[in-house]
Antibody, heavy 123, light 105 residues
Framework: EVKLLESGGGLVQPGGSLRLSCAAS????????MSWIRQPPGKAPEWLGV??????????EYNPSVKGRFTISRDNTQNILYLQMNTLRAEDTAIYYC??????????????WGQGASVTVSS | DIVLTQSPALAVSLGQRATISCRAS??????MHWYQQKSGQQPKLLIY???NLASGVPARFSGSGSGTDFTFTIDPVEADDIATYYC????????FGAGTKLELK
């Protein structure tokens, strides 16, 4: 069974930093692209970025809205995905989800999501 | 960015059909997917590639469309289906619709 479990959320002051983790199990982690998505209270999800799989060199892409402030990385020995968030703002307050990408009939799909980690940016 | 437009809410009676639309600002071909999100939970994939049922999803859920216009249907609606439904495209950098909240009449 595919499992994704986020941790590391909490309350942080504006301008601060936070690192989220996502522990993956039930699949061969290095074979899959992984993403972070966030969802502000009462709003739609927003894709933050992706880190590719081993075959594609673990390269990254980001949503321009967070590029330069957020960094996605992965520890492939421990099957953990990370999101490093710097210079946090009030508008970064959200539930943060990790998700796995898979290919179905040539289409890229986020087919498994974690339960989310809550991040609140406030003084 | 590709913008996805959904109607904000839909009220239906149990046992009836619910139809939710999603319009893309440009063609996404068949790279459209539908998620269900219940209160306090993560999104769950229901439909991928516009019309394909994800594993374990009941057959009363279905999807159709291609290009810019897509439809998601629940027939018949059950009490457990009360949730917000999001369309999401993966043709370009992923974007989500604003969500359609399914409510009971």
């Amino acid at each position: 069974e595919v499992k994704l479990l986020e941790s590391g959320g909490g309350l942080v002051q504006p301008g601060g930093s936070l690192r989220l983790s996502c522990a993956a199990s039930g699949f061969t982690f290095t074979d899959f692209y992984m993403s972070w998505i966030r969802q502000p209270p009462g709003k739609a999800p927003e894709w933050l970025g992706v880190i590719r799989n081993k075959a594609n060199g673990y390269t990254t892409e980001y949503n321009p809205s967070v590029k330069g402030r957020f960094t996605i990385s992965r520890d492939n020995t421990q099957n953990i995905l990370y999101l490093q968030m710097n210079t946090l703002r009030a508008e970064d307050t959200a539930i943060y989800y990790c998700a796995r990408w898979d290919v179905y009939y040539g289409l890229w799909v986020m087919d498994a999501w974690g339960q989310g980690a809550s991040v609140t940016v406030s003084s | 960015d590709i913008v996805l437009t959904q109607s904000p809410a839909l009220a239906v009676s149990l046992g009836q059909r619910a139809t939710i639309s999603c319009r893309a600002s440009e063609s996404v071909r068949s790279s459209m997917h539908w998620y269900q999100q219940k209160s306090g939970q993560q999104p769950k994939l229901l439909i991928y590639g516009a019309s394909n049922l994800a594993s374990g999803v009941p057959a009363r859920f279905s999807g159709s469309g291609s290009g810019t216009d897509f439809t998601f249907t629940i027939d018949p609606v059950e009490a457990d289906d009360i949730a917000t439904y999001y369309c999401q495209q993966s043709r370009n950098d992923p974007t989500f619709g604003a969500g359609t909240k399914l409510e009971l009449k």
